[in-house]
C-alpha cells in the first residue's frame, strides 16, 4: 500500500533539472566538498590534545570509520529518494517536515553558507602568502570593532568588520562561482572535476614528497619509538572546560571525542552530493557509489598525510622554538603543519608550494559547497518553506539561480561581518546532531515504508548505522560537558529556526488554501 509520504516524494521527483552529474562527476563533488584547508592544519590542535602519536592517528582513523559508516547508510537513502535536497528530504520524509526545515534552517544561516565564506577567506589568506600585498590589515571599507563579549559558555567580538583585502577576495571568488554555476550544472560539475583532481594530486604529492623527501630520522624515532605513549586507558589526559575553564583530567576515549571536532570537521560535507541528487545521472546506482568511493579516498588520504607528518616532524614541539623541527607539529606556525613538512622538504619555497596547494584545495572545495547547498533552499521553497523565488529554476539553464544567489548573498555578507569563523565552530556539534538523525531516520523508514523500492541497502544494517548513533551520541555528551562554547550556542543557532519554521509554515498554508480557491472559482 502506498503512503500518503510515499506519492508526496514520489511527486517531487522533478524532471525540470538536467542529469548533468555522472558517476565521476558526484565523486569529485564527495571528494571535492571533503578536502579544504583543514587536513593541512589540525592536526596540531589534536596532537596538542592527545599528547600521543598513536592517538592522532586513532583521531583520524575513528573519524574515517564514522564517515565511511555515514555514507554507506545515507547511500541507502539517497538511492530511495534520489531528489533536490538530498539529507533536507531524508529528515523530512522520515522524522516530519520540521526536521527538515531545522537542518534547511541551519545550513542557510551558517553552517553551509558560513562554510562557503570560511573557505572563501582561507583562499585570500594563501594567497597572501604569493603576493603579501592582499592583507587583511589592508582596509578599504572599515565600519569599526566589535569588542569581546561572553554570554555563558559563548564568546563573540574581538574582530573588526568591513571589507578589506583579503575578503574581497573572497567575495569575488565566491560570486566567480556561483556565475560559473548559475550557467549550467555541467560548467559546475567540469570546475569540480578539474580542481578536485588537482587537490587530489597536491595532496597525494604532499604524502609521497614529504615521506621520500622530508622524512627526518630524529622525528621518526621520536614519534615511532614512542608511538604508543599515552595511549593507554589508564593514561590521564589534561582538557581545559569550556572557554577559561578549570582543567580537568579525561580518559582515553574522552580525550578522543573531544580531539575529533577538528578531525570531523575537515571530514565534513560528504553528503553534500545528495543535495544534487536530481541532476546526477542514474542516481540510484551513482549516488550510493560515490559516496563510498569518494568518502574512501579522502580517508585514505588524510590517514596517509597524518603518518607522514609523523615521518617529517616530531609531535612534540616548543612553542617558542626557533625552527621548524623544533616547534614539531603541536606548535607549527599557525598550525600549518602541511607547509611545515613542505618547508622540510623544499625549504623556503616549500610555503609557496603548499600554499598554492591550498588555494587549489580551497577554490575547488568552494565550488563543491556553492554548487550542492542551493539545491537545499530550492527543496525548501518547493515546500513552501523558504522564499518561493528560490524554488525556481533558471530557464534556460535550468539551475536554481535565485536560490544560488541568496546563498552567495549572505555568504558574502558573513565575509564582511567578521562573525563567520566564530559561528562556524559552534556548528560542528549541530551537524553531527543531524547526522544522528538522519541516520536514525534509515530505522524509521525500513519500519514506516518497507516496501518503497530501495536500490541498495545499507551494508551492515542494522549493526553499523547503530554503531555509528552511539559513537556520534558519546561524541555529542563529551562536548556537551567539556566544550559547552561549541554545543550550547549551535543549539541556540538550530532552536531559532523554530519560530522561522512557524512563520513560513503558516504562509505555505495560507497560500494553499488561496490556491484552491481560486481553483474551485476558476
Not at 621520536?222 to 590521564?236: C, D, E, I, V, Y
Not at 580551497?362 to 528560490?390: K, P, Q, V
Request: glycine share 10%; charged share 10%; with cysteine.
Amino acid at each position: 500500500m502506498t503512503t500518503q509520504s510515499q506519492v508526496r516524494v514520489s511527486i517531487r521527483e522533478s524532471t525540470e533539472f538536467v542529469k548533468g552529474i555522472n558517476l565521476t562527476s558526484a565523486t569529485t563533488l564527495v571528494i571535492g566538498s571533503m578536502i579544504g584547508s583543514g587536513i593541512f592544519i589540525v592536526s596540531a590542535d589534536i596532537a596538542r590534545l592527545v599528547e600521543s602519536p598513536a592517538l592522532l592517528i586513532l583521531a583520524w582513523t575513528v573519524t574515517g570509520f564514522m564517515t565511511i559508516v555515514g555514507a554507506l547508510s545515507y547511500g541507502e537513502l539517497a538511492a530511495m529518494m534520489p531528489k533536490a535536497g538530498g539529507q533536507y528530504v531524508f529528515l523530512r520524509e522520515s522524522l516530519g517536515p520540521l526536521w527538515g526545515f531545522l537542518y534547511g534552517w541551519s545550513m542557510f544561516a551558517v553552517i553551509q553558507t558560513g562554510t562557503i565564506a570560511a573557505v572563501g577567506v582561507a583562499f585570500g589568506k594563501f594567497l597572501g602568502v604569493l603576493f603579501p600585498a592582499i592583507s587583511g590589515d589592508r582596509w578599504l571599507w572599515h565600519l569599526g570593532h566589535v569588542p569581546k563579549w561572553s554570554v555563558g559558555p559563548l564568546a563573540l567580538g574581538n574582530m573588526d568588520v568591513g571589507l578589506n583585502l583579503q575578503n574581497l577576495i573572497a567575495i569575488a571568488t565566491i560570486v566567480l562561482l556561483t556565475s560559473i554555476n548559475v550557467l549550467g550544472v555541467r560548467s559546475g560539475a567540469a570546475v569540480q572535476n578539474i580542481f578536485t583532481f588537482s587537490k587530489t594530486a597536491a595532496l597525494l604529492g604532499l604524502v609521497l614528497i614529504g615521506a621520500a623527501l622530508g622524512s627526518n630520522a630524529e622525528a621518526i624515532r621520536q614519534n615511532f619509538g614512542h608511538f604508543w605513549q599515552n595511549a593507554s586507558f589508564s593514561s590521564l589526559h589534561p582538557v581545559q572546560v569550556g572557554s577559561g575553564g578549570p582543567i580537568a583530567l579525561v580518559g582515553l576515549l574522552t580525550i578522543l571525542a573531544v580531539a575529533q571536532v577538528g578531525s570531523l570537521f575537515s571530514s565534513d560535507a560528504w553528503a553534500n552530493v545528495t543535495f544534487t541528487a536530481a541532476e546526477v545521472e542514474n542516481p540510484r546506482r551513482n549516488l550510493p557509489l560515490s559516496l563510498v568511493l569518494g568518502t574512501s579516498i579522502v580517508i585514505l588520504l588524510y590517514i596517509a598525510a597524518n603518518f607522514v607528518y609523523l615521518m617529517v616532524l616530531p609531535l612534540h614541539g616548543d612553542p617558542h622554538g626557533t625552527t621548524i623541527l623544533a616547534r614539531g607539529i603541536q606548535y607549527a606556525a599557525d598550525d600549518r603543519v602541511g607547509t611545515a613538512v613542505m618547508q622540510q622538504a623544499f625549504g623556503a619555497s616549500g610555503a609557496a608550494l603548499m600554499a598554492i596547494a591550498i588555494l587549489i584545495s580551497t577554490f575547488g572545495c568552494n565550488n563543491g559547497l556553492i554548487l550542492s547547498g542551493a539545491r537545499i533552499y530550492y527543496a525548501m521553497a518547493e515546500d513552501g518553506l523558504f522564499f518561493r523565488s528560490t524554488g525556481r529554476l533558471h530557464p534556460k539553464y535550468k539551475t536554481p539561480a535565485v536560490s544560488l544567489t541568496v546563498q552567495t548573498l549572505w555568504a558574502c555578507i558573513l565575509c564582511l561581518s567578521g562573525t563567520y569563523g566564530q559561528l562556524l565552530d559552534l556548528t560542528m556539534f549541530a551537524q553531527i546532531a543531524f547526522y544522528i538523525l538522519t541516520i536514525a531516520g534509515l530505522f524509521v523508514l525500513r519500519r514506516t515504508q518497507p516496501d518503497t523500492p530501495r536500490p541498495y541497502r545499507a551494508i551492515g544494517y542494522p549493526v553499523l548505522p547503530a554503531i555509528y548513533i552511539a559513537m556520534a551520541i558519546f561524541i555529542e555528551i563529551v562536548l556537551l560537558r567539556y566544550k559547552p562554547q561549541y554545543t550550547w550556542p549551535g543549539l541556540i543557532i538550530v532552536l531559532l529556526g523554530i519560530p522561522v519554521y512557524l512563520f513560513w509554515s503558516r504562509s505555505a498554508r495560507l497560500h494553499r488554501s488561496i490556491s484552491e480557491l481560486q481553483n474551485e472559482a476558476g
